[in-house]
């Protein structure tokens, strides 16, 4: 069977400029529709133009992310959605409003003359400027970020592009500084990304912004009367407000040869460079659960060589989440690149180079990698007190039971204005917007987090996105064929579209997305 060909979702695309020379021959001012998304290009890089009130705007057509086209990605008023991962720009400026892009496209300067629409060259880029001297603003002078992840880093960010002219610290447990960890089970742990793409900014971004990263020093105790910190290396800060994002614990196995060397988690940057050191071709691994994280280092250490076999409980992966469609179709592709399923099945114990299953039957194992879910880092903020339910409790702006102390990401479970239920979700986009939200929140601006949940998982080169939350349903809907890589499923309960998956349906994606967020029949 083949194929409709897609270009490559990593942080090496680079969408083609394609369409109107809009330098040289302009387009016609009647080709340009009111709410229309025209493509085109100068001097040979991808520019996107539209219409927003009496004004023609040109931003940059490429997305910052990892290179999606904008010019195939939704139009939402005066903003435009990425295609593959929803990060969105504004159109008149080029801002990136909402992650996981985190960077504004270029922004374009337009002539119109003669009834026709020219682009010319670039403007200033539209972030905004770092203020010169430190402000002291409300009270909110020193703001002190515990993590340096998804929301650590993002909130840290916001802050900045918002005008905060204080402190801002980030306290990270980890030695590397912010960077992509979704691609740490994908492209470059299948060898495909160099290190050089994983940081999210360079070193200097830090300096640059005057963002205090404290680097491999974990945060021991929050004093929320005395607004304190204390640190493991003895010292302690001082804040103002402080955010806690300090994300997800993987799960350890409880079996004999659970603490054997051989025995990984895949969290950091750190765990992922061991395991590359551990998986030559040939090597013989065992990922134990069939989870994303799971099924997608069995995709990357596929492409590395390593024999790769999956051992979980489940019948079949990944169904209570994405159903038996799409959990059927995952299992045929990974088979089909080699990797050895033993469903139903769990370890039972692991020796120096071997595991043994629960029925008895032994593999080879030089690498155990375990990705049977994780657990949120609640510690310290169960002996600060704060009001924890299977995550810490926070209100719409993101606010937990104490004064000036927010949390975001991986442990917070907020009220969801679309479900009507209370969520903690561990995704990178939803981490991320969380932080940028609580930067406002922080700041003191009316603020609300009411973005729609979205994840993306990729197999090989398969993506999977995922827009909505659907914890259980009672029905499926699904339209496509997972085989041709081309379908979307909804899920829904009491008549209701909680969720869609699709796989090569971008649009569908966007749409559904807006739809929820609107309240909509999705
Ligand atoms: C390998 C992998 C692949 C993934 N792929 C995807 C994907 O494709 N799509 C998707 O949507 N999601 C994906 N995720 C999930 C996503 O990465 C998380 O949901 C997201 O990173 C959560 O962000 P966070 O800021 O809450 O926590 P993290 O990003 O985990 O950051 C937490 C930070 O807190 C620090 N920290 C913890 N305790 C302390 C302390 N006491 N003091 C100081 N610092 C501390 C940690 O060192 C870390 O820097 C993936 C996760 C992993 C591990
Ligand atoms: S490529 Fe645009 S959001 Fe990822």
Not at 467 to 472: I, R, Y
Request: a negative charge; hydrophobic letters at 40%; one cysteine or more.
């Amino acid at each position: 069977m083949s194929f409709p060909r897609q270009p490559a979702r990593t942080p090496l695309s680079d969408a083609k400029a394609s369409g109107p020379d809009l330098g040289h021959d302009g387009i016609a001012e009647t080709e340009l529709a009111e709410d229309a998304l025209l493509g085109g290009q100068v001097d040979g890089e991808a520019v996107l133009l539209s219409r927003c009130g009496g004004e023609v705007c040109a931003i940059g057509a490429t997305c910052t992310h990892y290179g999606g086209p904008l010019a195939e990605g939704l139009r939402v008023g005066d903003t435009v959605r990425c295609p593959w991962h929803h990060a969105q720009f504004s159109l008149r400026s080029g801002e990136a409003l909402a992650a996981p892009a985190l960077t504004a496209t270029s922004c374009w300067r337009v002539e119109r003359r003669d009834g026709r629409i020219f682009v010319a060259g670039k403007t200033a880029p539209a972030t905004r400027r770092l203020p010169a001297t430190p402000t002291a603003g409300a009270g909110a002078h020193r703001m002190l970020i515990i993590g340096g992840g998804a929301a650590g880093y993002a909130a840290a960010e916001m802050l900045r592009r918002l005008g905060h002219g204080g402190n801002i610290t980030i306290v990270s447990a980890d030695a590397d500084a912010p960077y992509d960890r979704p691609n740490l089970s994908k492209d470059y742990l299948a060898g495909a990304a160099p290190e050089e793409w994983i940081p999210l900014r360079p070193g200097s971004f830090y300096a640059e912004n005057r963002i205090d990263l404290r680097l491999g020093i974990s945060a021991t105790g929050i004093d929320t009367s005395a607004h304190r910190v204390s640190l493991d290396d003895g010292s302690s800060i001082d804040y103002d407000r402080l955010l806690l994002a300090t994300g997800a614990e993987p799960i350890r196995l409880q079996l004999p040869g659970a603490t054997l060397p051989q025995v990984r988690t895949l969290r950091s940057l750190q765990d992922c460079r061991e395991i590359i050191a551990r998986a030559r071709p040939g090597t013989p691994v065992v990922i134990v659960g069939a989870s994303f994280i799971g099924l997608e280092a069995a995709a990357a250490l596929r492409a590395r060589q390593a024999q790769v076999h999956v051992v979980a409980p489940e019948a079949r992966p990944m169904e209570r989440v994405l159903g038996a469609a799409l959990g059927d179709f995952l299992r045929a592709l990974h088979e089909s690149h080699g990797v050895v399923f033993h469903l139903e099945r769990k370890l039972s114990e692991i020796s120096a180079q071997r595991v043994r299953l629960d029925d008895g039957s032994e593999l080879d194992a030089e690498l155990v990698l375990v990705g049977i879910g994780v657990l949120p880092r609640l510690t310290l903020a169960q002996q600060a007190g704060l009001a924890i339910d299977r995550g810490v409790l926070v209100d719409e702006s993101l606010r937990t039971s104490a004064a000036d102390v927010f949390a975001a990401g991986d442990i917070a479970r907020w009220p969801d204005p679309h479900s009507g239920e209370r969520l903690r979700i561990e995704h990178w986009v939803v981490a991320q917007r969380q932080g940028q939200t609580a930067a406002r929140c922080m700041l003191g601006q009316t603020c609300r987090y009411e973005s729609v949940p979205f994840f993306w998982t990729q197999h090989y080169d398969v993506p999977i996105a995922y827009v909505g939350h659907a914890s259980s349903w009672d029905q499926l809907e699904q339209s496509g064929d997972a085989s041709a890589r081309d379908i979307a499923v909804r899920f829904r309960r009491a008549g209701h579209t909680l969720a869609v998956a699709t796989i090569f349906r971008d649009r569908d994606s966007l749409t559904a997305e807006l739809a929820l967020e609107q309240g909509r029949p999705a």
